[in-house]
């Protein structure tokens, strides 16, 4: 039973690993909590349920969803980064916070507030291995998920792109002298974080088959304290951080009861932050970039 659990909370893990990826990137390279983050993930999967619902393709639904994704990004950073860019850190999080609010309501005028139903894409296989049952659409978002992170890694690692995002998350000032065009590369972060983030929802409707105007909300306090565990700015830390967390909430259902979920994930924050302050995989002294 243990074991079973253990699989479908590294399931779950893999949706919070998505968008705790998408809060470092943006926390890691502008020192921005973007708070739009859950509004996008709501939006991807929102926006691929009427695209499927109105007849569309599965391939075309989720270009739909992350076109979307990437507009929202777009209008984020031109709306709410890139006006205060200069100003306290505050200013462009209160306004990303307005976004959220804002993108709530219009998917709702749009599509209602209700719970929705979302068609299975893949069809209803298991694995089995002894008496642990895996679902097909759980292991290909977890699989998914941690390939869609590898890729980031290495491009960062090893493209010219990469290597200008490191650099203005070392110093915008310093990188903006050797030449790096900052204006051009901080708005493709934000379309890579917001396309992270509709991602995670689109393989979260896939794995969870349920979409609402609300669904961003729980996944995105959840995805924010998956990046504060495994240490803030650092990609491979978001991820453990996003299993952990999916860990510690299907345990805490299995062994104290669904009420007790948010107890158990919070006090783990709460406890490292006493404990480690830095994150499991977060410097002590500065910050860790990427």
């Not at 306004?95 to 068609?119: A, H, K, R, T």
């Not at 978002?141 to 590898?150: N, W, Y």
């Amino acid at each position: 039973m243990i074991a079973q659990q253990i699989v479908n909370g590294l399931m779950l893990g893999g949706v919070y690993v998505m968008v705790a990826v998408a809060f470092t990137l943006a926390i890691g390279v502008l020192n921005f909590l973007n708070f739009s983050i859950p509004g996008i993930f709501m939006v991807a999967g929102m926006v691929s349920w009427a695209a499927l619902k109105s007849g569309q393709h599965w391939l075309l639904a989720f270009g739909f969803a992350l076109m979307a994704s990437a507009v929202v990004g777009v209008a984020v950073y031109f709306l709410t980064y890139r006006p205060s860019s200069d100003s306290d850190p505050e200013v462009p999080l209160v306004s990303s916070l307005g976004f959220l609010v804002l993108l709530e309501n219009l998917i709702v005028l749009w599509l209602g507030s209700d719970q929705q139903s979302y068609p299975a894409i893949i069809a209803d296989f298991n694995f089995r291995a002894g008496s642990i049952i895996v679902g097909g659409a759980q292991l290909l978002s977890l699989a998914l998920s941690l390939a869609f992170v590898i890729a980031l890694s290495l491009s960062l690692r090893f493209t010219n792109l990469g290597r200008q995002v490191r650099a203005i998350a070392e110093s915008r000032r310093t990188a903006s002298i050797l030449g790096v065009n900052v204006g051009s590369v901080v708005p493709r972060v934000f379309v890579l974080s917001a396309l992270f983030t509709g991602a995670g929802g689109i393989l979260f409707a896939i794995s969870y088959l349920q979409v609402s105007s609300s669904m961003g909300e729980s996944i995105g306090f959840k995805g924010i304290s998956a990046m504060i565990i495994g240490g803030m700015g650092n990609i491979w830390g978001a991820v453990a951080g996003g299993l952990l967390i999916g860990l510690v909430e299907i345990l805490s259902t299995q062994f104290l009861g669904a009420d007790f979920v948010n107890i158990g994930v919070y006090g783990l924050l709460l406890a490292l932050l006493i404990i480690k302050p830095e994150g499991l995989f977060g410097m002590a002294v500065a910050r860790e970039k990427f």
